[in-house]
């Protein structure tokens, strides 16, 4: 199916392309970082942390999930066909700034565990990748694309129609 059609449908090509990529990654380091966070043992002052750190990772992988799914079934763009890469843009940069406040709070927790600092490369992670990604939702919002920065609108070479001379 053509990333571009008006119609709702699987769109496999999205994985083929910057953001679809990005997604999977931050998927990926979401899923990391819940499973080192959450298997990490409970020290003395880290249950606090590590339940923020849970609590950003696993938000990040609910929602991430559903936009992915979204991007997927191509109902961006049918729904909401220029303003969605400014809503991923929001979501990306909300959610990196979280990461980053959480990757620092739970690295301050592995002096106790190593698994604490691993989730802490993960949330680290999740936060440069999901900050790639509101970077590239903002070029695409910016350059006018649909849902990939890939796709443009190519310029009118000759510009803009001129008016008839009238006599």
């Known amino acids: 199916m053509d990333s571009s059609s008006n119609s709702i449908g699987c769109n496999l090509g999205y994985f083929r392309n910057i953001p ?3 997604k ?3 998927l990926l380091c979401d899923l990391l970082g819940t499973i080192l966070a959450g298997a990490a043992p409970i020290c003395d002052g880290t249950s606090g942390k590590r339940g923020f750190y849970l609590f950003v990772s696993i938000v990040g992988l609910i929602i991430t999930f559903i936009l992915l799914i979204l991007n997927l079934l191509n109902v961006p ?3 909401l066909r220029g ?3 400014l809503i991923e843009m929001g979501w990306c940069a909300f959610i990196t700034l979280f990461y980053f406040i959480a990757g620092i709070v739970i690295a301050t927790a592995g002096s106790c565990h190593g698994t604490y600092g691993a989730a802490a490369f993960f949330g680290f992670a999740a936060m440069i ?3 790639a ?3 590239f939702q903002f070029r695409a919002h910016r350059s006018g694309s649909l849902n990939e ?4 609108y190519a310029p009118n ?3 803009p129609p001129r008016p008839q001379p009238t006599y």
């Open 20 to 22: 679809g990529i990005l």
């Open 24 to 26: 999977i990654i931050e």
């Open 77 to 79: 763009n049918v729904v």
């Open 83 to 85: 303003r969605w890469p």
């Open 129 to 131: 990748t999901y900050a």
């Open 133 to 135: 990604d509101a970077f």
């Open 149 to 152: 920065p890939g796709q443009q």
């Open 157 to 159: 070479p000759a510009g």
